[in-house]
């Protein structure tokens, strides 16, 4: 059975960080709503109206920050989808959701696997849309109320090479030159892409995969079919992670 080390995504301490900020925001929102009425019952200043303006502010921010507890919210059911299949690992690996990978500066990869024959960088995007990738440029459309809206996106193939081209370093300066670092990018269920570009994705040299295709199969047998023999997983872990 594969080995688990637990560690809280950035995603959700930043979640937990924006809630925190909606609900303070509507404390203050409710409180001095309250507190301008009561005052005006008995009577009315002009000051009055500062209580009326500071509790229009922070509703603001409140409804500001629900725009992010959507995308926050979203990113972490990804990371769940996918760690869910991981659970259906039965190899000799370790698998560390939330790794921080680097020396000095470190790098967040959504999940970490280290088997005897290989490492494996796990990379989860989530967006509600369809993926489009035109002249080098990523963006993600969505059809609204008012109309298709379309976003850029970083792109994920560059962001997860970056990472991979991160640990083979960490390896090479701990004397494992030559282990095999692979890198995996998966979109979680309400991700779509059209067929031109799946194609594309399907001729990188990262392995890609749709939930929404149900390709989770295959991202559990690409990872569960490396080498049963090398280098111990938690040697790979201290020279990627640290002890």
């Known amino acids: 059975m594969a080995k688990w080390i637990v560690r809280r995504s950035r995603l959700s301490r930043e979640y937990a960080g924006v809630l925190r900020k909606a609900h303070i925001a509507y404390f203050f929102f409710v409180a001095l709503f309250l507190l301008f009425f009561i005052l005006s019952i008995r009577g009315f200043a002009w000051w009055q109206l500062l209580l009326l303006l500071?509790?229009?502010?922070?509703?603001?921010?409140?409804?500001?920050?629900?725009?992010d507890i959507g995308i926050y919210r979203q990113g972490i059911r990804g990371e769940k989808q996918v760690l869910r299949i991981?659970?259906?690992l039965d190899k000799d690996c370790l698998v560390v959701p939330n790794a921080l990978i680097g020396q000095g500066k470190r790098y967040e990869v959504d999940a970490l696997i280290c088997a005897p024959g290989c490492v494996s960088l796990v990379e989860v995007k989530h967006y509600k849309g369809t993926i489009e990738r035109k002249n080098g440029s990523w963006s993600v459309s969505k059809k609204g109320r008012s109309g298709?809206?379309?976003?850029?996106?970083?792109?994920?193939?560059?962001?997860?090479?970056?990472?991979?081209?991160?640990?083979?370093?960490?390896?090479?300066?701990?004397?494992?030159?030559?282990?095999?670092v692979q890198?995996?990018?998966?979109?979680?269920?309400d991700t779509s892409v059209d067929s031109e570009?799946?194609?594309?994705?399907?001729?990188?040299?990262?392995?890609?995969?749709?939930?929404?295709?149900?390709?989770?199969?295959?991202?559990?047998?690409?990872?569960?079919?490396?080498?049963?023999?090398?280098?111990p997983v938690e040697t790979l872990y201290e020279a990627l992670v640290g002890k």
């Not at 500071?54 to 725009?67: D, I, Q, R």
């Not at 809206?149 to 370093?169: C, F, M, N, S, Y």
């Not at 890198?183 to 269920?189: E, K, P, S, T």
């Open 54 to 67: 500071l509790s229009a502010v922070s509703f603001s921010v409140a409804c500001s920050t629900g725009k």
């Open 86 to 88: 991981l659970r259906r």
């Open 148 to 180: 298709n809206h379309r976003k850029q996106i970083g792109d994920p193939i560059e962001q997860l090479q970056a990472r991979v081209g991160t640990a083979r370093q960490l390896l090479d300066t701990k004397g494992l030159q030559g282990m095999r």
């Open 183 to 189: 890198g995996v990018l998966v979109f979680a269920r």
């Open 197 to 231: 570009l799946h194609a594309q994705l399907q001729r990188e040299k990262t392995a890609t995969y749709f939930l929404s295709r149900n390709e989770g199969k295959y991202l559990l047998n690409m990872v569960d079919s490396q080498g049963q023999k090398g280098t």
